[in-house]
């Protein structure tokens, strides 16, 4: 696997690279109608359903065939590859974004500690999420942006 995701959208040689693309390739392929060697507007909405789980939106859609260079009908698959990587990135990084933010979610946090540790005491679990958020230099840079996802807890 490769060490970080700056270098996995820039290293070909990367297993994980390697992989991603050939689901790239073969969704392109697979939407490709009638193999016009482009994606039109409705194939492009077909192949993220496909990779993402999301039907883009047409302000995404529109973004995306303006920015097509080499074929005015649609994406190559050189511009899809590309662009997939970069959605990838993007991804990478919404999802990082989550992840920092679960950790101020309370409930989170106890379902975690009654799996880890099943019988702990509550208040032991409450000490120690309000302690953790004391500590942690993230949460001070973050904290008003979380405090409506806290749930009001201090």
Same mark, same amino acid.
């Given at each position: 696997?490769?060490?970080?995701?700056?270098?996995?959208?820039?290293?070909?040689?990367?297993?994980?690279?390697?992989?991603?693309?050939?689901?790239?390739?073969?969704?392109?392929?697979?939407?490709?109608?009638?193999?016009?060697?482009?994606?039109?507007?409705?194939?492009?909405?077909?192949?993220?359903?496909?990779?993402?789980?999301?039907?883009?939106?047409?302000? #995404?859609?529109?973004? %995306?065939? *303006?920015?097509?260079?080499?074929?005015? @009908?649609?994406?190559?698959?050189?511009? +899809? /590859?590309?662009?997939?990587?970069?959605?990838?990135?993007?991804?990478?990084?919404?999802?990082?974004?989550?992840?920092?933010?679960?950790?101020?979610?309370?409930?989170?946090?106890?379902?975690?500690?009654?799996?880890?540790?099943?019988?702990?005491? #509550?208040?032991?679990? %409450?000490? *120690?999420?309000?302690?953790?958020?004391? @500590?942690?230099?993230?949460?001070?840079? +973050? /904290?008003?942006?979380?405090?409506?996802?806290?749930?009001?807890?201090?």
């Amino acid at each position: 696997m490769c060490a970080a995701p700056k270098e996995a959208a820039k290293s070909k040689d990367c297993p994980a690279e390697k992989c991603r693309r050939k689901r790239w390739v073969k969704a392109f392929e697979a939407c490709d109608e009638n193999n016009k060697g482009y994606l039109n507007r409705e194939d492009y909405k077909v192949a993220i359903v496909m990779l993402f789980g999301y039907k883009p939106s047409k302000v #995404e859609v529109d973004s %995306v065939m *303006a920015s097509v260079k080499q074929n005015p @009908l649609g994406l190559s698959l050189e511009e +899809f /590859l590309n662009l997939m990587t970069t959605k990838k990135v993007v991804h990478f990084y919404h999802s990082e974004i989550r992840q920092l933010f679960i950790s101020f979610d309370r409930q989170y946090f106890r379902k975690a500690f009654s799996i880890v540790v099943p019988k702990l005491p #509550e208040r032991i679990i %409450v000490e *120690a999420f309000r302690l953790g958020r004391a @500590l942690s230099p993230i949460h001070q840079r +973050f /904290l008003p942006q979380c405090l409506p996802l806290s749930h009001g807890i201090s």
